[in-house]
C-alpha cells in the first residue's frame, strides 16, 4: 500500500468499532481540530443494551460537546430503586447525593443504544456517518510518512492514528500483538427482556431482589419489552441461553412473586477480568472493551470507555495539528494516565462481583443475612450519609486523579479552592465580569481553558472564535495565580503566577493558541 492510494481521504483519527468509546473518541477528536473516520463490522447499529448507568463523572467529561443534555433527556436521573428483602422492601433514591462540586450529583439509568443515539446524531450533525460493515482486518504502520494503513476487505484507508475500540475481541489489539491478560469468571449474566404481571413490581422503577444465591436486577428499560433483566447464572460454555435457565425460574427463586407473560429476548453473556498489557503500540490505540474487560458490578464498563475515549479524543487532535510523529509526550500520557485508573476499577469491580454474586461462604452468608433483615432494620445497617457519597464518588470515578502524569504540572499554589494539577475540576460559584457563574459552565466548551485570578497580569488575548484554547478572568479568585484546566476537565497546570504557562501549553500541542 502506499499513501497516496487510498479509499477516500486521509483521516487524522480511524476509529475501528462503533460503541459508545468509539463514538466518543470520534466526537472529542473532531471537535478539537481532527478529521475522523468511523468504522464498525456490524452492518447496523441495532442491538440489545449490555449497559444501563452513567455516571457524573462521565456527564461532566460529555458536556462539552454538547450531548449530556440529551443523554439525561433519555434516562432517568436519580432512580427510584425497591430492595425487595425476604420479609417486605425498602424503597431508595439513588439521587441527591452530597456532591455540591458537580452539576450532576445523580446517577442516570440510561440504555447504552440510547447513549450510542445521541453520540451518532452528534456526529452526524458534524458531517460524520458511521461506516457499516467494515470490518478491520489487519494494519501495518508507514514509518516515512507517519501513516497507519489498515486493511478492511477490499477497501483501505490511510489515516495518522488508529484507535481500535472493537470489543473485548479486539483485531486492532490482536493485529498490534497486545498480550489480553486475565481470566473469564465463574458467573456468565443473564440479559432477559420481558413483560411481567402480578407481585410487588412498580412501573417506572427499579428493583433489586437480594438473596442468598445473589442480587438479581428489573430495570424498566426492556428494548423489546416492558422490563431488563439482569442476573447472574452459572458460567456456560455457550452463549446461547440454555434451556434449564428460564427468568421465571429465576423470579421464583428469587421470591419475585410475579409471573412472566412475555420473554421476548433472552442472552447468556460471559464475563470476563481483563486488561490489556499497553494501551498504545505506536500510532495505534486501544480504549473501551478492547483496553479493559470488567465485570458489571457497579456500572463501570461504558463509564470507563467514555472517560478513555474524552481522554485520548483531544490528544490526538492535538498531535495531529502539531504533526507529532508519534505524538511525544502528549500521547503516551493516554496510558499513563487512563492504564492505573483501569487497574483500580478492574479491582472495584472483582470486589462488587465477589459480593454481588460470589459463591464463597463469606458473600452468600452477608446477602443471606441481608436479605433476612426487616425492611425496618435496613436503612439502620447501611452506612451513613458521608460515607454513601464517598462510595458514589469512588464508583463514579470523581475521585480518581493524573497526579502523576508529564501532563500535570503543579507550582504549589493557586487559587485556594482549586485543586492539585491531575486532579479533576471541582464546580463552585464564581464571578467573572461582575456576574455569579457556576465553574463548569464556564469550561463548558471544547478546548484548553486558562483561568486567570483577578489580579494576574495578561497581556495575550483571547482566540478568535474557534480557537482551542480559551482564557477567563475570575474575578471573585484574588492573587496571580493561574489555572489551566485541560479539555477533560481535570487541571493540567497550577502556578501562582503565569511562569511556565507557555512551556505547558507547547507540551499539549497549544503553544500557539493565544
Known amino acids: 500500500m502506499h499513501p497516496g492510494n487510498q479509499n477516500g481521504e486521509r483521516s487524522d483519527v480511524l476509529v475501528a468499532g462503533a460503541g459508545p468509546t468509539g463514538l466518543a473518541v470520534a466526537l472529542t477528536a473532531h471537535d478539537h481540530g481532527a478529521t475522523v473516520r468511523v468504522l464498525d463490522r456490524r452492518p447496523h447499529p441495532c442491538r440489545p443494551s449490555q449497559a444501563f448507568l452513567v455516571h457524573p463523572r462521565t456527564l461532566e ?61 452528534a456526529l452526524g450533525e458534524r458531517g460524520i456517518e458511521v461506516e457499516w460493515d467494515t470490518a478491520v ?134 464475563i470476563e477480568h481483563r486488561l490489556a498489557a499497553r494501551f498504545q503500540e505506536g500510532p495505534v490505540f486501544l480504549a473501551g472493551d478492547a483496553a479493559h474487560a470488567y465485570s458489571p458490578a457497579g456500572g463501570q464498563g461504558m463509564n470507563a470507555g467514555l472517560q478513555d475515549a474524552v481522554n485520548l479524543g483531544w490528544k490526538l487532535a492535538a498531535a495531529a495539528r502539531c504533526d507529532l510523529p508519534d505524538g511525544g509526550a502528549l500521547l503516551r500520557s493516554y496510558q499513563e494516565e487512563r492504564r492505573p485508573v483501569a487497574q483500580r476499577v478492574l479491582a472495584l469491580t472483582h470486589l462488587l462481583l465477589w459480593c454481588e454474586a460470589g459463591t464463597d461462604p463469606v458473600p452468600a452468608c452477608a446477602r443471606g443475612a441481608v436479605a433476612s433483615m426487616g425492611p425496618h432494620l435496613l436503612p439502620r445497617a447501611l452506612p451513613g450519609r458521608r460515607v454513601q457519597t464517598h462510595l458514589v464518588r469512588l464508583l463514579s470515578q470523581l475521585r480518581w486523579d493524573y497526579r502523576r502524569s508529564v501532563l500535570s504540572v503543579d507550582g504549589g499554589s493557586g487559587p485556594p479552592t482549586v485543586v492539585s494539577a491531575g486532579q479533576r475540576l471541582p464546580d463552585e460559584q464564581i464571578t467573572v465580569d461582575g456576574a455569579p457563574r ?70 499539549v500541542g497549544a503553544g500557539n493558541g493565544i
Open 438 to 507: 457556576r465553574l463548569h459552565d464556564l469550561t463548558a466548551a471544547p478546548g484548553i481553558h486558562v483561568l486567570l485570578c483577578r489580579d494576574t497580569p495578561w497581556s495575550r488575548s483571547s482566540p478568535a472564535d474557534g480557537g482551542f484554547v480559551r482564557v477567563h478572568r475570575i474575578h471573585s479568585w484574588p492573587g496571580d495565580g493561574v489555572v489551566i484546566v485541560r479539555p477533560d476537565g481535570y487541571v493540567g497546570f497550577r502556578s501562582p503566577d503565569s511562569r511556565g504557562v507557555e512551556a505547558w501549553l507547547d507540551m
Open 61 to 121: 467529561v460529555l458536556r462539552p460537546h454538547g450531548v449530556t443534555g440529551a443523554i439525561v433527556g433519555l434516562g432517568q436521573l436519580g432512580p427510584r430503586l425497591h430492595v425487595h428483602l425476604n420479609r417486605g422492601s425498602v424503597s431508595v433514591t439513588l439521587g441527591n447525593f452530597r456532591l455540591p462540586d458537580t452539576p450532576y450529583p445523580h446517577l442516570l439509568l440510561v440504555r447504552q443504544a440510547d447513549v450510542e443515539a445521541v453520540l451518532r446524531r
Open 137 to 270: 482486518q489487519r494494519y501495518e504502520v508507514d514509518p516515512a510518512h507517519g501513516l497507519v494503513l489498515t486493511r478492511c476487505g477490499a477497501q483501505h484507508f490511510v489515516s495518522r492514528y488508529l484507535v481500535g475500540c472493537d470489543g473485548r475481541s479486539s483485531t486492532v489489539r490482536a493485529a498490534a500483538g497486545i498480550d489480553w491478560r486475565g481470566a473469564p469468571y465463574r458467573r456468565d449474566v443473564l440479559l432477559a427482556d420481558l413483560d411481567v404481571t402480578g407481585g410487588d413490581v412498580q412501573t417506572g422503577d427499579a428493583h433489586v431482589f437480594v438473596r442468598h444465591r445473589g442480587l438479581a436486577f428489573l430495570l424498566p428499560l426492556g428494548e423489546r419489552a416492558r422490563w431488563r433483566l439482569v442476573a447472574p447464572v452459572p458460567a456456560h460454555r455457550s452463549p446461547s441461553l440454555p434451556g434449564d435457565v428460564h427468568p421465571q425460574a429465576l423470579l421464583d427463586e428469587l421470591g419475585a412473586g410475579c409471573r412472566v407473560t412475555d420473554v421476548a429476548w433472552s442472552q447468556r453473556v460471559p
